[in-house]
């Protein structure tokens, strides 16, 4: 217990036992206008900043609900858009603000597709884009990257993999951190372009800099940031809105010819993610069609080349509570299906069923989302008794 706090019991209570109560006899060193206070929150309800909403005022909508036998028992909440090229064409759940983290790996990277041309492989492309699971083969495209003598250069935090058995018998190292091949793949493209290394993840940086330039590209020359933070990788993370993602995953598609991150994606989808997880999949699932990218904290940015949609696809899924890659999942395969893409279920719930609510297609699609079923034909409902179930017995009273 802090020195500046202490337990109180208070009396009166039946018993002589009391209430416990925390009462602070000093202001603590981080109390609002302490030295010092200013690196922290100045209440633990938060503040109202304007232009900022949180996650409280929002117009989440509900995504999917899992029931047991027609109740339901879990309900994800989220928000969806869809964008053909600049125009939104389908919102769902609000116009969320919140940050693009990993989603936005595929734009960090462009402003070294040229240098790295021809200076990397195909799995080295693929792994510069990726959020992966730290799997053996992840890190060994990871750390080709770069010389042994410039590993020390690497500001990734220490990490362990992804997957549960790599966290239990590995001790945290850089190269395991999600983001590994990303921070290997930015230092490669410094020296090349003569850029110092020193400070790459600083916002300062010619690397962040670079991203602003290429983003404004999609979303205008006048386009600014309403809030810029430090990602889990230590590098900047701009607030976009779920819009703005879509219409930045729509020039995906556009300019899925003009460097090399497309093809590298499809080229190795299991490099972006890893096995079984879901971007891997879409990935794989969309024959080169369909590029996808997660996101820290519930995002999911799908680019899809579509004949109906000649100026891009961009669909951007956010869940209000952060990641769930199974409701994640289940809506994926809704949006791609209505599209013609096929992506497999996840696992089935356990004695539960997954059903979609239809706001996370556009309304002309919503009667091909009635024939995409949540659950596989040997996945029967087993959440129930297929009889009448007496509830009164002889001789109970």
Partial sequence: MSQHACFYRTSG????????????DDHSAVSPGRPGS??????????????IPTGRDVEWEPLVDYRRNGVSETTIHGAVAWAHGDEVIHSF???????????????????????????????????????????????????????????GLMLTPLDVPLIQFGRQVRRPRRWYHTCSGEHAAILKGCRLKGWKRAGYTLPSHEVFLSFMKTIRGFLGQDWQPKRIAKDGCGLPTIANTVNELARLCAGLVRQKDDDWIWSAMVEHPDLIGGFNRLDSTIIKAGEGKVIAKEGADGLLGLSIEHPDYPKGLGIVVKIA??????????????????????????????????????????????EVLKTIPT???????????????????????
């Fill in 13 to 24: 209570a039946v018993g002589g036992g009391g209430a416990l109560t925390l009462q602070h």
């Fill in 38 to 51: 200013g690196v922290f929150p100045d209440s633990p309800l938060g503040e109202n900043v304007e232009g």
């Fill in 321 to 366: 509570h952060g990641w769930n890659s199974q409701a994640t999942w289940y809506v994926a395969r809704a949006v791609l299906g209505v599209l013609g893409i096929e992506l497999r279920n996840p696992y089935p719930l356990h004695r539960q069923k997954a059903f979609i609510v239809p706001g996370v297609v556009p309304p002309h699609l919503l």
């Fill in 375 to 397: 659950w596989d034909e040997w996945d029967p409902d087993q959440d129930r008794w297929h009889y009448e179930i007496p509830t009164r017995g002889e001789g109970i009273d």
């Fill in 93 to 151: 759940g609000g116009n969320v603000l919140c940050y693009g983290r990993s989603m936005m790996k595929p734009f960090m990277l462009k402003a070294f597709c040229e240098v790295l041309d021809d200076e990397t492989n195909w799995s080295q492309k693929a792994i510069a884009v990726a959020s992966h699971n730290g799997d053996t083969e992840h890190v060994a495209a990871a750390q080709s990257l770069l010389s042994e003598s410039e590993w």
